[in-house]
């Protein structure tokens, strides 16, 4: 196809407006994916070191699928609205070889295992046309491997940063502090924010996809538990877990979510039906009936985020002010609705979920092996004994237990107390809780700023959430929203929601593209411990002609597939951090290394440490 190529900004670009560009053919879906895989270069494993992605699709590969689906469209075929166009889907859920991505849930322990087939959801997305590009990082085992482990953080992966916070998370943050990025599905987040691909798919039990597209500043819903089949996917509850998506605009999540649920019974009825012409909302937002929580009371907990007055104030005065614009435009506002408090999802003063994922972990983790053609590891007792066998990749100073596995080994329950706490929650969580609500004030929707406990309740009665993107706070730019839910199969009430808000506050708090702020120094971020410990290991037993570039371009064609990479200033800086005597350059016969400038010349082990 002959054209100009049209240059874009991946920051910004959504999926409607790239398929406006296929549609035009100004665009090639070629063209496009070149532009991501660049963008995922420059700042994954390098620049910003977002390290929202584990592992990239080969070049040849997703370059391939992309002239294919081209070639298709040449032929006036399109499979489906987003026909060419990439994604990211997390990391938990299986992608079979040939798709040439590990499937590693963040553990050590799946690194080379191949799935025998993909999951249903991405059969789904290649059937409608979309291009997997990368899997997102996410809390190792959905966050069932230790206690108080930071939302992002796998051992594969690393700890997943903002691209909002320069600097990254702050020295002693809580796990969900003003510099923390989010939950589970945080790498599905930020590879959307950051231009790694417009559109991303998370799981979620409570608040996974929620809290982390709200501080990416993204459009997200968590659908309905049991609307799309979980099979090949790694999570903590069968109960609670479903699929959600993410992306920069109202339209693209609509369209993504009805990619997903092609062939649903409840697909028909979600169409909000909104035609969106100038002043949409003298029409559209008269038609909604909105609880708003009160942000006072409906925030985090002081253990799970410290408070900050000036931040608080800010937040709660955005708040407010978007709820009396939306009333302005004619939607019917409660507020302060009257919403039960999360701590009655409790039972005998302990957290009801965690009861519930230590009973059902143990059987999705077993059905996930099994659905594993090639494995190094077949049971729980298979990851621990692995982890401590590799404790120097498994297990790092960051994060050196693995506890909640342990206990989950462990754990005995009785199936028929389980059941009664699922009830207790769904009761407390359905009608006691939102249904309540709902029907008492007669309402559609129920809102509240997305940093608090809706998600729990949504959770427990296994209905649907969204988030929208509000603002930023002062402190350091992070962006916060709004969640709202629903009853179970009402998503066309929260799209409407969705579009409106869209239509009254058009302006996503958009990333700097400044690597720091000016009145932040950082330091450069070296590679995670168990990816240290390899550098200095492969470096010590191999003869490498004193050339750092040598080994970096060993370890880079070794990790080709995976899609990790480090560059050569970082490896010739971490051995001369840790007394290796080491040149840049690449070796020659008779000179050695090309010297540039050398490290010291003491030669010892020394163990990294955080």
């Given at each position: 196809?002959?054209h100009?190529v049209?240059?874009?900004d991946?920051?910004?670009i959504?999926?409607t ?7 035009a ?12 895989l660049l ?7 390098k620049g910003?070191?977002l390290r929202?992605l ?9 370059l ?7 070639e ?16 990211v889907v997390k ?13 590693t ?15 249903p ?14 899997k ?9 491997r ?12 690393g ?6 916070i ?21 790498g ?23 809290t982390?597209a709200?501080?990416?500043?993204l459009y ?8 799309v ?10 109960t ?7 992306a920069k605009?109202?339209?693209d999540l ?8 092609k062939?649903?019974s409840?697909r028909?009825?979600?169409d909000?039906?909104?035609d969106m012409?100038?002043?949409?909302w003298?029409?559209?937002w ?5 609880g ?6 409906w ?12 931040a608080?104030?800010?937040?709660e005065?955005?708040?407010?002010a ?5 009333r ?8 302060p609705?009257?919403i039960?408090?999360?701590?009655n ?6 957290d009801?979920?965690e009861?519930?994922?230590y009973h059902?972990?143990k059987?999705i ?12 590891v077949?049971?729980?007792?298979d ?27 462990d754990?005995i329950?009785n199936?028929e107390?389980?059941s009664?706490v699922i009830?207790?929650?769904k009761?407390?969580g359905a009608d006691?809780?939102i249904?309540?609500v709902?029907?008492?004030h ?7 700023p ?18 929208v993107p ?11 929203g709004i ?7 009402d998503?066309?009430k929260?799209?409407q ?23 932040r120094?950082s ?6 411990a ?8 492969e470096?010590d ?19 080709r ?18 007394d ?21 010349r ?9």
């Open positions: 196809m002959d100009d049209v240059d874009f991946p920051l910004t959504t999926a407006d790239l398929k406006s560009l296929l549609d053919n100004v665009l090639t879906s070629v063209e496009i994916v070149e532009r991501y963008q995922i270069e420059r700042h994954n494993r910003r070191q929202a584990i592992s990239v699709a080969p070049r040849y590969n997703v391939g699928r992309a002239k294919q689906l081209d298709e469209r040449a032929r006036g075929k399109t499979r489906g609205p987003f026909h060419g166009i990439p994604i990391d938990n859920i299986m992608t079979e070889p040939s798709l040439g991505m590990d499937t849930v963040g553990s050590y322990a799946f690194v080379g295992a191949k799935p025998k087939k993909n999951a959801i991405i059969d789904q997305l290649i059937q409608g046309g979309l291009i997997v590009i990368g997102a990082n996410l809390t190792e085992f959905c966050g069932l230790t206690p108080n482990m930071m939302p992002g953080w796998s051992s594969v992966g700890q997943t940063q903002s691209i909002y320069p600097g990254g998370i702050e020295p002693g943050e809580t796990i969900l502090g003003h510099s923390a990025p989010g939950g589970c599905s945080t599905s987040a930020v590879a959307v924010a950051a231009g790694f691909a417009p559109l991303a798919l998370g799981t979620e039990t409570v608040g996974s996809i929620i982390p709200s501080r990416s500043a997200a819903i968590k659908l309905t538990v049991g609307e089949p979980m099979d090949g996917i790694f999570g903590l509850s069968k609670f877990d479903s699929v959600g998506a993410m605009s109202a339209a609509e369209t993504l979510v009805k990619v997903l649920t062939g649903s409840n028909d009825s979600w909000s039906g909104i012409t100038e002043n949409p003298e029409r559209n008269c038609g909604l009936r909105i708003f929580a009160d942000p006072a009371i925030k985090l907990d002081e253990e799970s985020c410290r408070p900050d007055r000036n608080d104030e800010e937040m005065q955005k708040y407010e978007a709820i009396e614009k939306i302005d435009r004619g939607a019917a506002v409660n507020y609705v009257e039960p408090l999360p701590e999802l409790s039972v005998d003063d302990a009801g979920f009861m519930v994922a059902e972990f059987d983790a077993n059905k996930f092996m099994a659905g594993l053609e090639k494995s190094k077949r049971s729980i007792s990851i621990i004994k692995y982890n401590a066998d590799h404790a120097h990749l498994a297990l790092p100073a960051l994060c050196s237990n693995q506890d909640d596995l342990i206990a989950v080994r754990h329950s199936p107390w389980v009664e009830d207790r929650l009761l407390y006691h809780g249904d309540k709902l029907s008492d007669d309402l559609d929707i129920i809102a509240a997305a940093d608090s406990g809706l998600c729990c309740f949504a959770a427990a009665a296994g209905y649907p959430i969204a988030t509000l603002s930023t706070i002062r402190l350091n730019g992070r962006p916060f969640a709202l839910t629903t009853r179970s199969n998503e066309h929260l799209f929601f969705v579009k409106m808000w869209e239509a009254t506050f058009p302006d996503r708090p958009k990333p700097s593209t400044h690597f720091r702020s000016p009145n120094r330091p450069p971020l070296l590679p995670d168990p990816i240290v410990n390899l550098i200095l290991r470096w037993s191999r003869e490498w002609s004193l050339s750092s570039d040598a080994l970096t371009e060993w370890l880079n064609a070794r990790w597939k995976s899609g990790y990479s480090v560059s050569q200033e970082t490896v010739y800086q971490l051995l001369k951090r840790h290796r005597i080491a040149f840049r350059g690449i070796v020659d016969e008779s000179e050695g290394a090309f010297t540039r400038e050398q490290a010291p003491r030669r010892k082990q020394v163990q990294f440490e955080d």
